[in-house]
């Protein structure tokens, strides 16, 4: 296919009398645009089935290794420990010993708090900060990520288990139950981990998930006031509306003031801690001890006064022991299953997309990288061993992870240590958390869940894109008014709304020359461009599908109305060349070529010819096929704009 106007030979070159004729001397010279080799479908079919699942070419590194190493290899991929284990040494435990210990102050009282707000016993909490993190250790690939529960998955868990079962009515059902959307939680990750599905939640974008996490730190931190202030009796709803009814209606009655008390003191506490790390990035353990150290004092104060005699609630009995075996709690069967497999499925996605971004963000600041899929098969396989072993979901945490990697942690080794402490916590400690108040829980989580709130992140957000800044007040308003669930469902909705829209209706432009050169670019983007007269130049920023082919094709013609009427009131020519800029069309389907082909008999009737410039090898390959190149003519397909134009009308073209 040639950009000249000749005629090509049956093999698809100019013949010697073509070469030769006067025409081919008074016309510039053009470029030819090139129709790719013809792929046969399988090749076509396994090109596309590995750049969608198999694009980071994961056996690369078996390539040309003898069996032993690959066996090596593998097992590696498995089980990382196996390649960074080999060069572990002192120095890299001194750090990850540091950063465990750090991270396991912090999550202890974390882990309690968390628990209560998934509706569990405290213990649970700190069973899943124990084996989860051993799990990962071994089969996880950053070296950054603090693993255990989170507030928004508990959250999220928790509320969608009482949708289902009251735990306070039927507590052995609502465990069973949380152990079996564990499970399946686990399954599901590993499933995408091991199909290469991650791909998947990159459908939630970051907008929605500034939004839907902001949401749930607001409806986590409104869930605490029940222990803030001392209420006895408390919304089982979420939504903010609900929850302030619950907290004024129990105003005259239902505060207690020793609880208040206890709250906000520790609460400042907490706050200054973490403004003074936030100032003094050396102190960075002051607020990661100081969660622990407002646990002993706020414990041994109650012990000493007996506050929980005057109405302050405390944890009471924290039973001692490692985790028990739960396999046989799992429903496999029955009425809970279904329920359990999709509440699963829904907090195993969550928890997958918070823990896959917070590796990705640490992995970028010490410049190295994760394995999207080989993290959701560890995180899988962590979740599925946990709920076999009375854990409910764990993933990576903001915080813990925040706070590991000041602490400077150089391995995984870390998550061992901090899961030896809790070990440790969980054979000694526990009957020393009998008095601790719920008031310095709520304290806690309400610390925690504050930097979920990013509204720094919501204003650029607002700045640079308004439908990404639409989808994330979608998420955070549906938290907060509705549910968790209602928020998370708006939050996919409306991702999936704008890439629909991006795809039905692409960007294009009206391209001018750039003075003293040959480049052609968008005139609202660059004033001084100027337009050829007699030729309208437009570009396609997207592919041509069968969703937004009729979009186009009328908003081309629009485009062309809209100038025919400028021209004609100023006096210039008319236009006679409609020049298509088709490098930003990555594909075509049936329905663009019929769209062009409608596109091109309408211009006919108008005495317009229609001009492709730079088609794609994809594009150029399935306008020869299809015969449109035939009907539009080779002399009408160019390699630029420019060769275009000077093709169309030479002599406005070197004028402009």
């Known amino acids: 296919m040639s950009g000249s106007a000749h005629p090509m030979d049956g093999e698809g070159e100019l013949s010697a009398a073509d070469m030769s004729s006067p025409r081919q001397t008074n016309t510039p010279f053009v470029h030819k645009v090139e129709v790719p080799p013809k792929q046969n479908l399988f090749n076509e079919f396994m090109y596309t089935f590995k750049e969608t699942f198999f694009h980071d070419d994961p056996l ?15 097992l590696q991929s498995v089980f990382p420990v196996f390649g960074w284990g080999r060069n572990y040494n002192l120095k890299m435990f001194r750090g990850d010993l540091i950063a465990g210990l750090t991270i396991a102050s912090l999550c202890i009282p974390q882990d309690i708090g968390y628990a209560k707000l998934a509706g569990l016993d405290p213990k649970y909490g700190l069973y899943s900060s124990f084996v989860p993190p051993l ?59 091991f199909f290469r599905l991650g791909f998947l939640i990159d459908f939630l974008s970051h907008a929605a998930v500034v939004g839907f996490m902001g949401g749930a730190a607001i409806t986590i931190a409104l869930q605490q006031l029940k222990g803030f202030l001392g209420i006895k009796k408390f919304t089982k709803k979420t939504s903010i509306v609900a929850v302030l009814q619950s907290v004024f209606s129990s105003a005259h009655h239902g505060w207690n003031w020793q609880t208040i008390l206890i709250s906000i003191s520790f609460l400042i506490f907490l706050l200054v801690c973490k403004f003074i790390g936030k100032k003094n990035k050396k102190l960075f ?10 646990v002993i004092i706020s414990t041994f104060f109650v012990y000493i006064t007996r506050a929980d005699r005057k109405g302050v609630k405390i944890v009471n009995h924290l039973d001692k022991g490692i985790n028990p075996s739960s396999l046989r709690l799992i429903y496999f069967s029955g009425d809970y299953l279904a329920k359990g497999i999709r509440i699963g499925v829904v907090s195993g996605m969550v928890a997958l997309t918070e823990a896959v971004a917070i590796g990705r963000s640490f992995a970028a600041k010490k410049d190295y990288q994760i394995d999207g899929n080989k993290e959701m098969v560890a995180l899988g396989a962590m979740n599925v061993i946990g709920s ?3 854990c409910y979901v764990a993933t990576g945490s903001f915080s813990r992870s925040a706070v590991n990697f000041v602490a400077g942690c150089q391995t995984a080794v870390s998550n061992i240590i901090m899961s030896m402490v809790v070990l440790l916590t969980l054979l000694f400690l526990t009957p020393l958390f009998k008095y601790t108040p719920n008031a310095i829980l709520a304290a806690i989580i309400i610390n925690a869940v504050i930097p979920l709130i990013d509204v720094n992140a919501a204003v650029l957000i607002f700045k640079i894109d308004k439908l990404d800044f639409v989808a ?33 209706r692409p960007r294009t432009a009206i391209l001018g020359k750039i003075p003293r050169t040959s480049v052609y670019r968008n005139i609202h983007q660059y004033p001084e461009a100027t337009m050829v007269p007699g030729v309208m130049i437009i570009r396609v920023d997207s592919a041509i599908y069968f969703s937004n082919s009729n979009y186009v094709r009328e908003r081309i013609q629009r485009w062309l109305i809209d100038e025919e009427e400028k021209v004609k009131a100023v006096s210039l020519p008319n236009i006679q060349f409609l020049i298509i800029e088709m490098s930003p069309v990555t594909d075509i389907d049936t329905s663009g070529i019929h769209a062009l082909e409608d596109l091109y008999k309408s211009l006919q009737k108008r005495d317009i ?35 275009a134009v000077n093709s169309c009308c030479p002599k406005h073209s070197d004028e402009v």
């Open 388 to 390: 076999m072993t009375s």
């Open 135 to 193: 799990v990962y250790a071994f089969m996880g690939s950053s070296r950054d990520i603090a693993i255990g529960p989170v507030a928004v998955v508990s959250l999220l868990l928790g509320t969608l288990l009482r949708a289902e079962i009251d735990p306070t009515t039927s507590p052995n059902e609502y465990l069973r139950l949380a152990f079996t959307a564990t499970f399946f939680a686990g399954v599901t990750q590993v499933t995408l981990g």
């Open 472 to 504: 994330c007040m979608g998420a955070f308003f549906g938290v907060i008014f509705a549910s968790v669930e209602i928020g998370l469902l708006i939050s996919v909705g409306i991702s999936f709304a704008k890439i629909l829209l991006q795809v039905t």
């Open 285 to 294: 353990w002051i607020p990661a001890v100081a969660p622990l150290l407002s």
């Open 609 to 643: 010819q229609l001009v492709l410039a730079n088609p794609g090898p994809l594009v150029i390959d399935k306008l020869h096929v299809s015969n449109f190149a035939d009907m539009l003519g080779y002399d009408k397909i160019f390699l630029t704009v420019a060769e």
């Open 60 to 74: 690369r590194h078996f390539k040309d290794q003898s069996l032993s190493k690959k066996l090596m290899l593998g």
